[in-house]
């Protein structure tokens, strides 16, 4: 019975890469406009992927390492080729250099995350998820054609793969899914969570990059209200210390 609850989600891990195959046969036929956007969709299976797992408890070990390696696919090589489609003109022979930054940057995510993965749902992920960061990414593509009907801001395109590619493998905690709506906290998560699927809803091309770019904002904002609250105390029993130790140790 249990190898049949872990049929369900691995019905829509398998989706999630079909969308990652079919996102690189657009790229060769030169549509990675097309290509982003199944990406994105990809990224909905995967979410559902995890949410099913959750209700029918069918997580397995073997379904953990087959989403990782569905996610190498669409969000990892599938959007380092995107890029490379887009051939960034100030980039020259190096053009590829950029997504196979942002490749072995996801690969080493979802490698580390392999080895540190329990059953339970996490409150925080360690590291910007593969999933938001490849969305974000090719969000900002689709919105960038929506707005002057072409990929504009090259610079940008750049600093955030570069960006995004060190998220995903440091420390810094970006937050899960709410499993409680009880604090003012959670309750402002839930607004942002339905402000979000109203507006990506009713303008996709224009929502989906404001809505990821404030979520790694938010989870970045959080890692640097930390570093404050931490680094308070230590220089408040600096002060209350006896003496202070030579300027050359």
Request: with cysteine; hydrophobic share 50%.
């Amino acid at each position: 019975m249990a190898n049949l609850r872990a049929v369900f989600p691995g019905a829509f891990t398998a989706g999630n890469l079909i969308c990652g195959f079919l996102a690189l046969i657009s790229c060769v036929n030169g549509q990675p406009l097309q290509a982003a956007w199944l990406v994105i969709l990809a990224a909905f299976l995967d979410a559902l992927d995890g949410f099913v797992a959750r209700v029918s408890h069918g997580a397995t070990r073997f379904g953990v390492e087959f989403d990782s390696l569905a996610d190498v696919v669409s969000f990892g090589a599938a959007t380092g080729v995107i890029l490379y489609t887009y051939k960034l003109p100030f980039l020259g022979q190096w053009n590829w250099l950029l997504g196979t930054v942002f490749l072995l940057s996801a690969a080493l995510r979802l490698a580390r995350f392999n080895l540190s993965v329990d059953r339970e749902e996490k409150k925080a992920f360690l590291g910007l998820p593969v999933p938001a960061a490849a969305v974000s990414i090719l969000s900002f593509t689709i919105f960038s054609h929506a707005l002057y009907g072409g990929l504009r801001f090259q610079e940008l395109t750049v600093t955030l793969v570069i960006g995004y590619s060190l998220l995903m493998v440091s420390s810094i905690e970006f937050e899960a899914r709410p499993r409680t709506f009880r604090t003012t906290r959670a309750r402002f998560k839930l607004l942002y969570i339905l402000a979000s699927i109203g507006a990506i809803m009713a303008w996709p091309a224009y929502a989906i990059f404001p809505v990821t770019l404030g979520y790694v904002s938010y989870g970045l904002v959080l890692e640097g209200v930390t570093l404050v609250r931490t680094a308070a105390p230590r220089k408040t029993r600096s002060k209350k210390g006896g003496r202070t130790p030579p300027a050359d140790l």
